[in-house]
C-alpha cells in the first residue's frame, strides 16, 4: 500500500514539474552541447572509485579488486592537476572495459611535456628536467627489459614501483612514507634480497627504529639507474653510493689501492660490498659480519688466496688525519710533508736566487755565453758510455715508475683514467710499475758495482774525499756558503772541482729515495709474501711514504734537478752532456774550473779532449733530452693537477 | 526390488538435465503473461526481461527471493523458486534478444532528459540506455512507465533497493530530470 502511494505521488509530481524543467532546461542549455559526449572529468571517475563503503569489486572471475582511490592522496599528489584519464588515456568513454588496461604513457608524457618546456624559461624550475633523466635512465635500466617470466611485459613499469596516485614532489612527506616503504616495495620482486636485508643493520634501522636516515634500496642501487648486478657500471655505482652516507669510509677508501683502483673505473680490487657484504651487511662487531676480526681474514682470502694474517690487520679505512686513532699513520705523513715542504722550499729558493743572481750578471756581461764568432770546436769527455746508459734507463724508468705510480695516487683526475685505459687497465699498470721497479733496482745495484769496481781499480790514489769523490767534502760546505754569498751579491760565484754540490745531492738523493720508495715498494711488490712477515699496518704506512716520496721525487727532479742542468740561463733550453758524454770546453771552464786548471797544470787535459760532436749526435741527443725533458714537464704537470685538485 | 530403486535412482540421475530443460521451458512460459513472448512486455508498466544479463537477472530475483529487493509483484513469484531454477531462468531469459519497444514522447521531454543523461546517467547506462556498465541492465526502449515506478523505488526510504550506487544517482538529480531522463531511455530503438 505504501508503495502504491508513493508511487503514485511520484508520478504526480514528475507531471507536475515537467513544465519548470523545461524552462530551467532552456536557461542552462546553452552551457552543453550534449551532442558531444560529456567531458571525461574526475568527479565523473571518483563516483564510482571515490566511494568508501564499496572500495573492491569482484570480477566474473570471482578476483577482487580494489578499486578505491583516495581522492584526498590524488589532491595531494604532484599529479594533482592532472586529469584521471590525463593518465588514463585509453579511456574514451564511459562506462570504460573492466578491467582496465594499464596502459599508462609516463615516460612519453613526460618526455613530451619536458620537450614543450625546454627552453622557455620555466624550464630551469620545472622538475620535469629531472623527471626526464629519470625516465632516461630507467628506458636504459634492466628494469625496462622484458620480464623474466612474462615477455610481455617489462620487468617492472612505473607503477610497480611508484604508488601511481601518490606520487609526491621533492620534499613532500609522501616521499617520507615511500622511503619507508621502499623495502617492501622492492621486495614485492625481490624477495631474497629483501630477507637479507631486513635482517641487515640497514633494514633494521629501518623496520625497528624507523630511521629514515638509513639506507634504503633506492639508495645503493639508485632509484632508476638500475643495472645487471653482475656488470662493472652497476657494481661501481653501488661502491659509489656508500659514500653518500658513509662519507668518511668512502674518503679513507679512496686513499687505499682498492679505492683507487675502483676509482679509476675498474672492478678488479675491493669495492664496499666486497668487504662487507651487501644486502646483509652487519656492524663490524656483530659475528656474522663479513669484518669482524674473526672473519676478516676469511674475507680477503675470497680475492687474495694466499693472503697472511697481515691482511686481517691492514687499516682498510686507515686514516692518517686522524691522530687519535691511527697515530702511526699521522705521524708517518707528518714526517713525510715536513721532509717534502722542507727539501722543496730548500731548493725552490735555491732555484729562485740563482735564477735572479744569473740573470743579473748576464745583464752585466758577468757568466759564460756562447761566443758565436768561434764556435765551440773542443769538447771535454766528461761521462763515458756507462755512466750514460745508466742514466738514461735510470731517466726513462723513473718516468715510468711515476706515472704508473701517480696515475693511481691521482685516480680522482680525467688524465689518471685516460692513462689506465690507454695502458690497458690496473693490471697492466701493476705488471709495467714492477718491471720498471725491477729495472731501477738492478741499474741501482749495477751501478754501485761499477762504481765499486772503479774505486777498486784506483785504490791506490782514490781519496775518498778527493776530488774525484762525489762524497760531500767540506769545499762543497763552503761553496754552498759561497753560493748564497753570490746570490745575494756579496761575492763572486765560487769555483767548482769535478762535482758541484748540487750535483752530489742528484748523486745522493736516489740512495736516500731508494731506501724509502724501494723498500715500502718492496712490501707492496709481493704483498701476499710479506703479510705473513709484517702487521697489516706496515702496509698503510709503506703506501703512505712511497707516495710521498715519489712525489718528491718527481717534484724535485722536474723542476730543480732541471733547473740545475738545463734551464739556468747559461744553459737554456738544455745541456745534452749526459747523453753525449761530451761537455763544451768553454762551459767546462766555467762549471768546473778547479779541475780544468788542475788538468791543465798536470798536461792532463789533452787525454780527455774530444773533436766537436757530428751535427748527427749533437741533434740526436737534443732530440733525446727534448723528449725527456717535454715528457718530465709533462708528468710535473699533471702530478701538480692531481696534487691540486686532491680530496 | 534392489534393481527396481537402482533403476529409478540411475534413470532419475541421468534424465535429471533433461528433465531441467523441459521444466524451464515451461517455467519461463509462465513468465509470458506479464512480461510477454519471449520476454518482450506489451504492457508499458511491465518491464521487458529476454536479454537482460544473465548476472542481472539471477540476482535480481535472488534479491526478491531473500527479501532483500522491494517489489509490488516479483518477490511473490520467485518465493517458490529455487536457486538453481532461478539460474536456469536467468540463463534463458539471457539468451534471449533485447527487443527494444521506442515509445513516443514530447520534444520538449526528450530533450530535457537527453540532458539529464549526459550529465548523470550515462557514465553507468551509456546516452541511449544500450551501453550498460557493470551491475546495470540496458535501458534502451524499456518501458518508460515501468521506469519511472523503479525510480520511485530507489526515492522511497521505506523500500530496499539494494544497489547503492544507483540509489545515490537517483539523489543526485531532481525527480523530474530523472523522469525526463527514462523517457529519453524508453523513446530509444537499437
Known sequence: ?647 | MRNVLMTAILTGALSGPALAQTNIETLARTCNGCHGLGGVSVGSSMPSIGGLPRAYLARVMKEWKYGQRAAVTMNRIVRGFSDDEIDALATWFAAQPWTPVPQQAPAELLALGKRAVWTTCTDCHGMTGGDPDRDAPPLDGQWSKYMELELEKYRSPDLAMPHRQMGKAVDEVKPEDASAAVHWFGAQKR
Request: charged share 20%.
Open chain 1, 1 to 647: 500500500m505504501a508503495i502504491a502511494r508513493s508511487v503514485v505521488v511520484g508520478l504526480l509530481l514528475a507531471v507536475l514539474s515537467l513544465p519548470f524543467a523545461a524552462t530551467a532546461m532552456a536557461e542552462n542549455q546553452a552551457a552543453v552541447d550534449v551532442e558531444q559526449p560529456p567531458p571525461l572529468d574526475n568527479a565523473r571517475c571518483l563516483r564510482c572509485h571515490a566511494d568508501h563503503d564499496e572500495k573492491f569489486v569482484v570480477r566474473p572471475d570471482g578476483s577482487r579488486h580494489e578499486i578505491f582511490i583516495d581522492k584526498t592522496v590524488i589532491e595531494r599528489s604532484v599529479h594533482a592537476k592532472v586529469s584521471c584519464v590525463g593518465c588514463h588515456s585509453d579511456i574514451a568513454k564511459l562506462p570504460h572495459d573492466k578491467p582496465l588496461s594499464m596502459s599508462i604513457g609516463c615516460v612519453s608524457c613526460h618526455a613530451t611535456e619536458w620537450e614543450k618546456l625546454k627552453g622557455t624559461p620555466d624550464a630551469g624550475r620545472s622538475r620535469l628536467a629531472k623527471v626526464a633523466e629519470q625516465s632516461d635512465l630507467y628506458l636504459h635500466s634492466v628494469h625496462a627489459k622484458p620480464a623474466a617470466t612474462n615477455q610481455s611485459r617489462v620487468a617492472a613499469a612505473c607503477h610497480d614501483c611508484h604508488e601511481g596516485h601518490n606520487v609526491g614532489a621533492p620534499d613532500a612527506a609522501q616521499r617520507a612514507e615511500h622511503r619507508l616503504k621502499n623495502p617492501e616495495v622492492c621486495g614485492t620482486c625481490h624477495e631474497k634480497q629483501k630477507r637479507d636485508y631486513l635482517a641487515s643493520v640497514h633494514g633494521k634501522a629501518i623496520t625497528e627504529k624507523k630511521d629514515a636516515k638509513s639506507a634504503v634500496c633506492s639508495d645503493c642501487h639508485t632509484p632508476h639507474d638500475i643495472g645487471q648486478p653482475k656488470s662493472d657500471p652497476a657494481k661501481l655505482r653501488l661502491a659509489e653510493n656508500c659514500g653518500s652516507c658513509h662519507k668518511d669510509a668512502q674518503r679513507t677508501y679512496l686513499g687505499t689501492y682498492h679505492g683507487q683502483v675502483t676509482r679509476l673505473g675498474y672492478t678488479n680490487a675491493a669495492k664496499c660490498f666486497d668487504c662487507h657484504g651487501g644486502h646483509g651487511i652487519a656492524k663490524d662487531d656483530d659475528p656474522t659480519s663479513k669484518v669482524h676480526a674473526d672473519n676478516r681474514l676469511k674475507t680477503c682470502n675470497s680475492c687474495h688466496e694466499d693472503a697472511g694474517v697481515g691482511f686481517a690487520s691492514f687499516l682498510a679505512h686507515g686514516d692518517p688525519d686522524d691522530f687519535a686513532k691511527y697515530p702511526v699513520l699521522y705521524l708517518a705523513k707528518l714526517f713525510m710533508q715536513v721532509l717534502v715542504i722542507g727539501v722543496m722550499a730548500l731548493f725552490w729558493g735555491h732555484v729562485l736566487l740563482w735564477l735572479y743572481r744569473e740573470l743579473m750578471d748576464r745583464r752585466q756581461g758577468i757568466g759564460h755565453f756562447e761566443n758565436l764568432d768561434q764556435p765551440e770546436t773542443v769538447y771535454v769527455r766528461r761521462f763515458d758510455a756507462t755512466w750514460r746508459w745508466i742514466h738514461m734507463l735510470f731517466a726513462i724508468s723513473t718516468m715510468v715508475l711515476a706515472l704508473t705510480g701517480t696515475s693511481l695516487l691521482f685516480a680522482h683526475t680525467d688524465w689518471a683514467k685516460a692513462v689506465v685505459d690507454f695502458i690497458g687497465g690496473p693490471r697492466v699498470e701493476a705488471i709495467i710499475h714492477r718491471v720498471a721497479a725491477v729495472t731501477w733496482i738492478s741499474i741501482f745495484f749495477f751501478h754501485l758495482w761499477v762504481a765499486g769496481a772503479n774505486i777498486w781499480r784506483n785504490r791506490a790514489s782514490f781519496k775518498w774525499f778527493g776530488s774525484r769523490s762525489l762524497l760531500p767534502n767540506w769545499k762543497d760546505l763552503r761553496d754552498v756558503i759561497g753560493m748564497f754569498r753570490w746570490f745575494f751579491g756579496l761575492s763572486p760565484r765560487p769555483e767548482f772541482d769535478r762535482w758541484t754540490y748540487w750535483q752530489k745531492f742528484d748523486y745522493w738523493a736516489p740512495f736516500w729515495g731508494a731506501m724509502i720508495i724501494g723498500v715500502s715498494g718492496l712490501i707492496m711488490f709481493f704483498p701476499n709474501f710479506t703479510s705473513h712477515l709484517v702487521p697489516g699496518w706496515v702496509f698503510n704506512v709503506a703506501t703512505l711514504v712511497h707516495a710521498e716520496e715519489a712525489l718528491l721525487a718527481t717534484v724535485f727532479l722536474n723542476t730543480v734537478h732541471f733547473f740545475n742542468v738545463h734551464f739556468r740561463p747559461s744553459r737554456f733550453p738544455m745541456s745534452t752532456t749526459i747523453f753525449t758524454g761530451a761537455i763544451p770546453l768553454d762551459e767546462y771552464k766555467h762549471d768546473h774550473r778547479i779541475e780544468y786548471e788542475r788538468m791543465v797544470a798536470s798536461g792532463e787535459l789533452d787525454k780527455h779532449l774530444v773533436k766537436r760532436i757530428s751535427r748527427r749526435v749533437d741533434m740526436l741527443s737534443s732530440f733525446v733530452a727534448t723528449v725527456l725533458i717535454v715528457s718530465g714537464l709533462t708528468l710535473l704537470t699533471l702530478v701538480l693537477v692531481g696534487r691540486a685538485t686532491m680530496h
